[in-house]
């Protein structure tokens, strides 16, 4: 009978520990590069070992994306042909059984298929991450995005203690992908919540129009900082409007710069929203907040925690490009009062570094970093044109101005004083 009772409170008690298990949630550190989400993951090799590798979390993307090496690593199966990709080509390859985040085994059985992206070093031109964790996998647990601690916490549903103003979102049962009932200057429509854009993007008609109707809101010509997204040539004509204030389910953002949504991929998009759709609200507008999403209950918590933004576009004013090669060449130089910002710059050249710091083998957000600064620091750009090398002092400018926003410190530039 003892021996009975011995092996039902060890029944008891180990089922309780599965649950912990189950139901705990875990945070770990994030690298914020170009305003998206970085983070170490581990995944298991052929032969029982883990490998460490940069993830990036990207809710706004259902599909799963690695690289090619790593796939071949983990001992992955292709499937059919290669197909054109956001830069370069890629191929339908056998999606991992799980992964780990912090000690958190996070499943992705899911997913049938995954996307390899072929011959090269990460999933995206400029970024450091090797696999993404899309919106199909994270729909099945609680997230948390804390941008000003640089912290991501995941947990199974109901682990994860969310605050802040809450609104209700349609979610895409499918694929996990987010809309929010959204008001800009009285209208009404839909937006997408994508932390995994570094910028917002929003109709380019409406964005014109807009700019006619509020001539006063802060509106330029040529994707700048964040609005840099991939390098592709469209940014270079863009235009940038920044909108006072937008109305995000029960949440207010201000002061947010948008970026135009080229027609044709906001077509796209709304097709597969499934439902009419003015764009997205992109990373760069929630930096200051806690972002939850409580994905089985279709609610999304923001808590503003810093009340002094950073400036956002106080910046050299090129736009760039990066490589296979991971070379920066610049497709655009933005205006500033009306003349080019850099005008010893041109469209072709390779920028090979900053202030001493190389940009080759930089992400997009550290080369953005260094062409950061205080309006009127000068940065010493070393580039390279027709296969010589020469330096142009380049001044930081204010752009996309909107309303003063209180800073606790400007940031100082490590390789160069001030």
Request: glycine share 10%.
């Amino acid at each position: 009978m003892k021996l009975l009772g011995a092996l039902i409170a060890t029944l008891i008690l180990n089922l309780c520990v599965q649950a912990q298990s189950v139901t705990k949630a875990v945070t770990v550190p994030i690298t914020l590069d170009h305003n998206r989400t970085i983070i170490d993951v581990y995944l298991t090799l052929p032969d029982g070992k883990t490998k460490r590798v940069r993830a990036w979390v990207d809710n706004g993307n259902a599909e799963l994306w690695m690289t090619e090496d790593l796939a071949k690593q983990l001992g992955l199966s292709f499937n059919g042909d290669a197909k054109p990709a956001l830069d370069g080509k890629q191929r339908a390859v056998q999606a991992p059984n799980s992964l780990q985040i912090g000690g958190m085994s996070i499943s992705l059985a899911g997913i049938h298929e995954g996307q390899a992206i072929l011959d090269r070093e990460s999933v995206a031109p400029g970024c450091s991450a090797e696999i993404t964790i899309p919106s199909s996998v994270l729909r099945s647990y609680d997230v948390l995005f804390d941008f000003p601690n640089r912290q991501f916490t995941i947990g199974a549903p109901g682990s994860v203690s969310f605050k802040g103003v809450s609104s209700k979102l349609l979610l895409d049962s499918k694929n996990g992908l987010i809309q929010v009932p959204s008001k800009i200057e009285g209208q009404e429509f839909n937006l997408a919540l994508d932390v995994g854009a570094s910028i917002t993007l929003l109709s380019g008609e409406q964005i014109v129009q807009w700019h006619k109707a509020e001539p006063s809101w802060p509106y330029m010509i040529g994707g700048v900082a964040a609005g840099n997204m991939w390098g592709s040539e469209e940014e270079a004509r863009w235009p940038m409007l920044r909108i006072p204030s937008i109305q995000f389910g029960a949440a207010t953002l201000s002061n947010v710069a948008a970026a135009s949504f080229p027609d044709e991929e906001l077509k796209w998009f709304q097709n597969r929203a499934g439902v009419a759709t003015m764009g997205l609200i992109g990373a760069n507008a929630l930096l200051d907040d806690r972002v939850g999403i409580d994905y089985s209950h279709s609610t999304v918590y923001l808590e503003r925690t810093n009340r002094n933004s950073a400036p956002d576009m106080n910046v050299v004013g090129l736009m760039l490009r990066p490589e296979a090669d991971r070379r920066y060449t610049i497709i655009g130089v933005a205006d500033y009062d009306g003349k080019p910002s850099v005008p010893e710059v041109k469209v072709g050249d390779v920028l090979v570094g900053v202030d001493g710091a190389p940009a080759t083998g930089a992400t997009m957000g550290q080369v953005w970093s260094l062409l950061g600064g205080t309006p009127g620091q000068v940065r010493t750009l070393t580039l390279e044109r027709e296969g010589k090398r020469f330096t142009v002092d380049a001044p930081v400018r204010r752009f996309l101005a909107g309303e003063p926003t209180p800073v606790k410190s400007p940031r100082k530039n490590p390789h160069k004083g001030n």
